[in-house]
């Protein structure tokens, strides 16, 4: 069976399975859509939004692209913020970068001539690498220099969306909140909350629990 049919199939399989747990999963799925949140995350198939937080069909507002990028010049991902602050009046905006970005790793490399869009798009990161050269050199670890710029454009990502007219003014302006996800483990790491004082989020089991066998 090739890949796509098997895809299928295994929708029929989701789809029946959904409507067995849930009857009224579906009819509610087609009244419309009220996401509290808007993602924006990096295209790689690793880092699924809806997977990696727990969540469903209908939680999640999603645009993804090459390495999370925002910018005002991009008439996609500026239609999906019109459309989540003006439309779905989300409440939280979140950026969700990941270590091991290859989008990332492209703009510390010399540019590819096979991927002029892709050259394009990360131009912005190359000019973030740029601007951190300083620190990003201190880091002897090729790997830790990507991960460290990956974080770096996380925080750049959420200053610009901040300053966007279109969050900045809205009636009730929308959290803005950093995040980057490991691949290595799974967990996702808040690199700025739209929360004044929040503190971080902590899940380490309790030693209670531990013992229990939990
Ligand atoms: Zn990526």
Same mark, same amino acid.
């Given at each position: 069976m090739?890949?796509?049919? &098997?895809? +299928?199939?295994?929708?029929?399989?989701?789809? $029946?399975?959904? /409507?067995?747990s849930d009857h009224a999963f579906?009819?509610?799925?087609?009244?419309g859509q009220?996401? &509290?949140? +808007?993602?924006?995350?990096?295209?790689?198939? $690793?880092?699924? /939004?809806?997977?990696?937080?727990?969540?469903?069909p209908g939680d999640l507002f999603v645009h993804r692209n090459i390495a999370n990028l925002f910018s005002p010049a991009d008439d996609n991902v500026m239609s999906v913020l019109?459309?989540?602050v003006r439309v779905l009046k989300v409440d939280d905006i979140i950026v969700c970068g990941h270590y091991g970005c290859g989008g990332v790793r492209a703009s510390l490399l010399p540019a590819s001539p096979d991927l002029p869009h892709v050259n394009r798009r990360i131009?912005?990161?190359?000019?973030?690498?740029?601007?951190?050269?300083?620190?990003?050199e201190r880091v002897a670890d090729a790997d830790e220099r990507v991960n460290r710029l990956?974080?770096?454009?996380?925080?750049?990502?959420?200053?610009?969306?901040r300053e966007t007219p279109l969050v900045r003014d809205a009636?009730?302006?929308?959290?803005v909140h950093g995040w980057i996800f490991g691949l290595h483990d799974g967990r996702i790491k808040v690199?700025?909350?739209?929360?004044?004082?929040?503190?971080?989020?902590?899940?380490?089991?309790?030693?209670?629990?531990?013992?229990?066998g939990r």
């Amino acid at each position: 069976m090739n890949r796509p049919k &098997r895809m +299928l199939v295994e929708n029929i399989a989701w789809a $029946r399975e959904t /409507a067995d747990s849930d009857h009224a999963f579906f009819p509610r799925l087609a009244e419309g859509q009220s996401p &509290r949140v +808007l993602w924006i995350g990096c295209s790689d198939s $690793r880092v699924p /939004a809806e997977t990696v937080t727990n969540a469903n069909p209908g939680d999640l507002f999603v645009h993804r692209n090459i390495a999370n990028l925002f910018s005002p010049a991009d008439d996609n991902v500026m239609s999906v913020l019109e459309y989540a602050v003006r439309v779905l009046k989300v409440d939280d905006i979140i950026v969700c970068g990941h270590y091991g970005c290859g989008g990332v790793r492209a703009s510390l490399l010399p540019a590819s001539p096979d991927l002029p869009h892709v050259n394009r798009r990360i131009a912005p990161l190359c000019a973030l690498a740029q601007r951190h050269r300083g620190e990003l050199e201190r880091v002897a670890d090729a790997d830790e220099r990507v991960n460290r710029l990956a974080e770096l454009s996380v925080l750049e990502q959420v200053r610009a969306l901040r300053e966007t007219p279109l969050v900045r003014d809205a009636n009730a302006p929308p959290r803005v909140h950093g995040w980057i996800f490991g691949l290595h483990d799974g967990r996702i790491k808040v690199l700025a909350t739209g929360y004044p004082d929040d503190q971080p989020v902590l899940f380490e089991p309790e030693p209670a629990l531990e013992t229990a066998g939990r």
